[in-house]
Nanobody
Framework: VQLVESGGGLVQPGGSLRLSCAAS????????MGWYRQAPGKQRELVAT???????NYADSVLGRFTISRDDAKSTVNLRMNSLTPEDTAVYYC???????????WGQGTQVTVSS
């Protein structure tokens, strides 16, 4: 599985961004798809995940501001981010993991910078 993220950039506090991740090599819909982020000097952390059945899970820090969605027909997973704060500044990584196990796949990351 190969993942390619897009949509990062520079945004002012309070602004919005939409991240997209296109997956290739997926042969079924039985994957959990998600977004993680890593800020400078910090460990990578979960942002949001969505199962093949549509169950969503969010980090407390983004709950109510971020929305994850997926389109299995296009093998994409998206992250809509609203009310961004400087604390959201990080490299955001797309992640795909089969429900049948095996190593997860990661994208190369896309930078999100929230600054005035």
């Amino acid at each position: 599985v190969q993942l390619v993220e897009s949509g990062g950039g520079l945004v002012q506090p309070g602004g919005s961004l939409r991240l997209s991740c296109a997956a290739s090599g997926i042969t079924s819909r039985f994957y959990t798809m998600g977004w993680y982020r890593q800020a400078p000097g910090k460990q990578r952390e979960l942002v949001a995940t969505i199962t093949w059945g549509g169950t969503r899970n969010y980090a407390d820090s983004v709950l109510g501001r971020f929305t994850i969605s997926r389109d299995d027909a296009k093998s994409t997973v998206n992250l809509r981010m609203n009310s961004l704060t400087p604390e959201d500044t990080a490299v955001y990584y797309c992640n795909v993991e089969s429900v049948f196990g095996g190593a997860p796949s990661w994208g190369q990351g896309t930078q999100v910078t929230v600054s005035s």
